[in-house]
C-alpha cells in the first residue's frame, strides 16, 4: 500500500507552502520509501510511496502525462494488467512503463470516467485534468482501499487516512457520533456509512467515483455493484471443485506478486488453511523468494484446537513460521510490543483488532511488505443461518429434515440445535405471511429498553440520536425473500458491515507498520463466484464452506478440514493488556471519562470497572477496554 493525499481550491488562490506536506508527513508509516508532492496554483498532489511489486521500484509519483495535463496519485495494485496493455495498445496508446500506475493513468487518458470499470484489483487514486479542470477520484470494486475526503465552501481535500485531514485549517476533528453510538451498541447500523469516524470526513464508498470541478462543482456516481443472476451450472462436484480452483487460484496467484518475499497471517482457520493450500499449489510463483507465516498460538497448544490447526498447516515450514504465544507474549513480540500497539493509536475499531495489529508489527520487523490474509472469507462464503427454510420453499423436505440432522452435528452455528426445532423455525421463516413476521416484531419491541441493556452508552446520548427508536424502524423492514437468497447476501457482503469494513480496520494496522495487507477471499472474482453458487456447494450435511472443504481434502490434515468452532486466541490481546496496565487503565478511567461524559454512562463504567477489580470477569474486562480506548481516542 502506499497513501495519496491532495487538495483543491475554489477560490483561485495558490497553495500555501507547507500544506499538502502536512497531510503526507502524518501518513508516512503508509509509504515510507519517498513521499514527493506536486503543486500547480490551486491543485496540490501528494504521495507515500511503499514499493511492493517489481514494477514499482521505478515508479513516481505525483505520476505526469506526457502533454503535461493529466497527473495521478496512486495507491494500489493491479491484476488484469496484461489485458490493460492490449487494449490501451489497440487504442494507440505508447506505453512508457508497465507499472500499475502508468497503466491506470493511460486507461483514464482513453476512457475517462468509465477508466474505474476496466481496472481490477484493489485501488484507490486520483488524477488531476488540466483541460477538464478537476479532480477524478475512484475507489476499487469492494473498498479494499480507502479514499477519504472533506469538502467546504473553500475547498476539497482528500487522503488515504481519515486522521489526516483535520491538519487542514478548518477540518473539525470531533468525532461523528453516530459512529461513537455504533461502537457504543454494536447492534445499532441505521448510519451514514459514507460518513467516517470524524464530523468533517467522508469516504468514497466502494465502487464510487467523483468529480470536482474547480469551481466547487462536486459529482458522484457508482460504476459497479453486485447483481444476482442465473445460478451457475455444474456437471459434478469436480466440476465445481475445477473452477473454484481456476478462480481462487488466480486470486492468490495475483496477489503473490512481490519484489520481496511473502507472508502470510495465519490462523488455525478454513479461511487463511486455504490460501496456503493454494500457495503451496502454486511453486513458480514462489522461485527466488520465500514463504513466511506469522501465528498466534496458545502457551498450551495441546489444550487448544486452534493452535494445533496453525501447528499442522505451518509444521514443515520450519524457521519460516513465526509464533507468538498467549498470553504469556514469549516468541516473535513480547509484552512491551502488546502495550505500545494496544496504547498508542487508540481507535474504536483498530484497537479492536490487536492480533492482527501485531502480526503486521511482526511481519514488518522480519523485513516483509506483503501479508495475505483471509479476513473475508465468512461474508464471501455466507450462507444465513435460514439456509434450511430454502429447501422447504423449494419442496425439498426430505433433504431439508436431513439437512436439520446434518447441522445438529456439523455446523459452526447450528451444532447442538436440536433438528425438530430447526425444523419448525425453518418452517416458520419459509411460510408465515410477512404481515405476521411484522406484528411478531412489532411484539418484540414493546421490549425496546432492551436494546440497549448490555450498553454502557449515556442514555441522554441515545436519546438524542433517536437511537432506540431507529433500531426498532430497522427492525420492522421486512426480511429478504427466501426466492432471492443471492439478495440476502449481497446485503451480507454490503456496507455498513460488509467486505469494506472488514478490510478499512486491517489497513489502517498495516499501514502503522508499513505492510500490505492483501486478501484473496476479498477478489471480485471469488465474491461473484460465491455469489453466484448453488446452495448445495455452499453448505451441505450441515457442514458450512463445503466447497473449500472438499476441494483441499489432499492437502490440508482433517482437523483443519472438519473443524467445529471458531476459537479464537485475539481476546488475550486485549485482556493481558487489561491487566498488565491497571494504574495506566485507572489514571484514563480516572481523569478522561469526562472526555466522553456525553457518550459513556460514567457510573455504569465505574460499577464495572469495580467488578473487574474484584472478579476480573471477561465481559467486564472487555467493558473496560472499550471504554479507556473510546476516551482515549476523543481526547
Known amino acids: 500500500m502506499s497513501a495519496i493525499a491532495g487538495i483543491i481550491r475554489f477560490d483561485g488562490a495558490p497553495i500555501e507552502p507547507g500544506v499538502i506536506e502536512k497531510l503526507t508527513r502524518v501518513m508516512k508509516s503508509r509509504g515510507p520509501d519517498a513521499q514527493t508532492h506536486w503543486v500547480q496554483g490551486s491543485v496540490a498532489m501528494g504521495h507515500c510511496m511503499l514499493r511492493t511489486t517489481p514494477e514499482s521500484l521505478e515508479e513516481r509519483m505525483p505520476l505526469v502525462s506526457q502533454d503535461k495535463n493529466l497527473v495521478l496519485v496512486w495507491d494500489g495494485r493491479l491484476d488484469n494488467r496484461e489485458e490493460l496493455q492490449r487494449d490501451l495498445y489497440s487504442a494507440g496508446v505508447v506505453l512508457r512503463d508497465i507499472s500499475d500506475a502508468e497503466l491506470s493513468l493511460q486507461c483514464y487518458a482513453v476512457w475517462g470516467k468509465d477508466c474505474p470499470k476496466r481496472l481490477l484489483g484493489d485501488f484507490a487514486f486520483a488524477i488531476w485534468d488540466s483541460k477538464k479542470s478537476q479532480l477524478f477520484c475512484a475507489r476499487d470494486h469492494v473498498g479494499a482501499r480507502p479514499i477519504y475526503y472533506t469538502l467546504n465552501d473553500r475547498f476539497f481535500a482528500f487522503a488515504s487516512e481519515d486522521e489526516a485531514l483535520p491538519n487542514l485549517p478548518g477540518v473539525s476533528s470531533q468525532p461523528n457520533e453516530e459512529r461513537v453510538a455504533y461502537a457504543l451498541v454494536q447492534t445499532f447500523d441505521d448510519f451514514d456509512y459514507a460518513h467516517s469516524w470524524l464530523e468533517d470526513v467522508w469516504s468514497l464508498t466502494p465502487a464510487q467515483y467523483m468529480t470536482i470541478s474547480i469551481d466547487g462543482t462536486v459529482k458522484k456516481s457508482t460504476y459497479w455493484k453486485l447483481e444476482p443472476r442465473e445460478e451457475a451450472q455444474y456437471a459434478s462436484d469436480e466440476e465445481c471443485q475445477e473452477a473454484f480452483l481456476k478462480v481462487f487460484g488466480e486470486a492468490v496467484r495475483c496477489r503473490m506478486r512481490s519484489k520481496d518475499n511473502i507472508s502470510a497471517m495465519m490462523s488455525g482457520g478454513l479461511d487463511s488453511a486455504s490460501i496456503l493450500a493454494m500457495v503451496k499449489r502454486l511453486p513458480q510463483e514462489l522461485v527466488d523468494k520465500q514463504f513466511h507465516t506469522f501465528s498466534t498460538i496458545s502457551d498450551d497448544p495441546e489444550t487448544c484446537i486452534e493452535s494445533q490447526c496453525i501447528l499442522s498447516l505451518t509444521g514443515d515450514l520450519g524457521n519460516n513460521a513465526h509464533y507468538v504465544s498467549v498470553p504469556s507474549f514469549t516468541g516473535m513480540l513480547d509484552l512491551q510490543d502488546l502495550i505500545k500497539t494496544g496504547w498508542s493509536n487508540p481507535h474504536p475499531v483498530d484497537s479492536s483488532i490487536l492480533l492482527p495489529a501485531m502480526m503486521c508489527l511482526a511481519a514488518s520487523r522480519h523485513g516483509h511488505r506483503v501479508m495475505l490474509h483471509g479476513v473475508c472469507g465468512d461474508l464471501t462464503m455466507h450462507v444465513p443461518h435460514r439456509y434450511i427454510a430454502w429447501w422447504l420453499k423449494t419442496g425439498a423436505w426430505k433433504h431439508a429434515w436431513h439437512e436439520c440432522q446434518a447441522a445438529n452435528r456439523n455446523n459452526t452455528y447450528l451444532q447442538g440445535v436440536s433438528p425438530l ?171 478522561g471519562l469526562a472526555t466522553v461524559a456525553n457518550y459513556v454512562d460514567v457510573r455504569a463504567v465505574r460499577e464495572q470497572y469495580v467488578k473487574y477489580c474484584n472478579a476480573k470477569g471477561d465481559a467486564e474486562r472487555e467493558s473496560i477496554f472499550d471504554a479507556v480506548i473510546l476516551a482515549l481516542w476523543v481526547k
Open 421 to 591: 426445532l430447526l425444523l419448525l423455525k425453518s418452517i416458520w421463516f419459509a411460510y408465515s405471511p410477512r404481515e405476521v413476521k411484522r406484528l411478531v416484531r412489532r411484539l418484540r419491541n414493546l421490549k425496546a429498553p432492551s436494546l440497549l441493556s448490555n450498553s454502557l452508552i449515556n442514555r441522554d446520548f441515545a436519546k438524542s440520536l433517536q437511537l432506540v427508536e431507529r433500531m426498532q424502524a430497522k427492525e420492522q423492514k421486512a426480511p429478504p425473500t427466501l426466492s432471492d437468497i443471492q439478495r440476502d447476501h449481497i446485503r451480507v457482503l454490503s456496507p455498513p458491515h460488509g467486505i469494506a469494513s472488514s478490510l478499512s480496520g486491517y489497513d489502517r494496522v498495516a499501514g502503522r507498520n508499513g505492510v500490505e495487507l492483501r486478501d484473496p477471499w476479498g477478489d471480485r472474482r471469488v465474491i461473484e463466484f460465491f455469489l453466484h453458487l448453488p446452495l448445495k456447494y455452499k453448505i451441505r450435511d450441515g457442514w458450512t464452506k463445503y466447497l473449500v472443504r472438499t476441494t483441499f481434502g489432499k492437502d490440508l490434515a482433517p482437523e483443519v478440514r472438519w473443524r467445529l468452532g471458531k476459537e479464537h486466541l485475539g481476546w488475550n490481546y486485549y485482556f493481558r493488556l487489561i491487566d498488565e496496565c491497571k494504574d495506566f487503565v485507572s489514571r484514563t478511567l480516572e481523569y
